[in-house]
């Protein structure tokens, strides 16, 4: 007997879809799964004011033409931003977010921030109108382990903040470590963190062992097993300061399996139907609504979406590169098979 799964239209709360062609070849596959998304501003130049975010939303708009997608978008902290720009952003109500990437820490972060306390005045803002700081949660020193970027921005960085800023919104984006986890299941409702589909699915393992597998370069970097156990565990667990956020970064495969590659994961294709397998797997399907089209918007006071979708439990084969027009990327489960696919929908996983 089939199995179906019925839940409201997902929210993807950290998503990349680039720009121009990019854009117009990814946005298709987010919309059929999500209804809104929350776009990343890391273009270059970055998104960084009112103005660029609601040119960056138009061009999103003209590029989904019929689909019906709702994107969110957020500003790009830099050293030039100013209490001002927050003011501005209080009366947009499609700016969400505000962006912290130290500078240095993934794709055009150049433009980012190198010490978060010179940015003050900014901060003392955003608390007072309720503005969140979406941060990238990864120190930049070249003297620290890629694989401990993370635990020692939340030792050194993350857990002054807090304290510093006590009610200022924050979320530990793409969270991928114990210590992460534990620090946001232990202070206020105020700190929120999202997590990916690949850092509950995979460890270094999968990218290191019998050849590596560059198209699972990402920051934060996969991390070992009992850091997967625990992202795992804190998405399946119900509690409402964790939330969907796929960090899906396309990436030209040229860029992924060169000498020199870039960090990112694509997963826009086919991540809700991972998400939902791994809630299944963990028996933890009752809970996989919450975590994928309500905590979200409860944490950014977002009204939750009316309309519905519907997957069956059926095995679909993931090409191993996708070619849209002249654009090739590697998805998520390049060359696996994954086990729901949309109701309905006969070419869901067909490549456009």
């Keep these: 007997m089939t199995e179906f799964i019925t839940l409201r239209k997902p929210d993807d709360f950290h998503l990349h879809v680039r720009d121009d062609e990019v854009l117009k070849c990814v946005l298709p596959h987010v919309a059929r799964y999500f209804k809104r998304a929350m776009i990343m501003p890391n273009l270059s130049p970055p998104v960084s004011n009112i103005e660029m975010a609601l040119d960056y939303k138009r061009r999103i708009g ?8 709702n994107p969110k978008m957020t500003l790009y902290l830099t050293p030039f931003t100013k209490p001002e720009d927050i003011k ?4 947009e109500d499609s700016v969400i977010a505000m962006k912290y990437y130290p500078a240095g820490a993934t794709t055009n972060s150049e433009y980012g921030v190198r010490d978060i306390y010179q940015c003050r005045k900014v901060l003392d803002e955003m608390q007072k109108i309720g503005l969140p700081l979406s941060i990238h949660g990864e120190i930049v020193d070249p003297d620290i382990d890629v694989f401990d970027r993370e635990q020692v921005f939340v030792d050194t960085i993350l857990s002054k903040l807090v304290a510093d800023f006590p009610q200022l919104k924050i979320i530990l984006e793409h969270v991928s470590t114990i210590e992460g986890v534990q620090f946001v299941e232990e202070t206020g409702d105020n700190v929120a963190a999202t997590i990916t589909a ?3 699915l995979l460890n270094r393992n999968h990218m290191l062992l019998n050849g590596i597998k560059s198209y699972l370069f990402c920051f ?10 625990a992202v795992l565990k804190a998405a399946v667990s119900g509690n409402k300061k964790f939330f969907l956020g796929t960090d899906s970064a396309p990436h030209e495969i040229a860029k992924k399996t060169g000498l020199v590659n870039a960090g990112g994961i694509y997963s826009s294709f086919n991540a809700l139907p991972i998400y939902i397998e791994l809630f299944k797997q963990q028996n933890a399907l009752e809970k996989f609504e919450a975590f994928s089209s309500q905590f979200g918007a409860d944490f950014y006071r977002l009204d939750h979406n009316e309309e519905r ?16 027009n002249q654009l090739q990327l590697i998805p998520l489960k390049s060359g696996e098979t994954i086990n729901w696919r949309l109701v309905d929908s006969e070419t ?5």
């Design 62 to 69: 003209d590029a989904v033409q019929n689909l019906d997608f």
């Design 198 to 200: 690949h850092h509950m």
């Design 348 to 352: 869901e996983f067909s490549v456009p």
């Design 220 to 229: 934060p970097i996969l991390k070992s097993e009992k850091h997967r156990k």
């Design 309 to 324: 979708i519907k997957l069956e439990r059926q095995q679909v084969e993931i090409p191993e590169v996708l070619t849209i």
């Design 88 to 91: 501005a952003a209080r009366n």
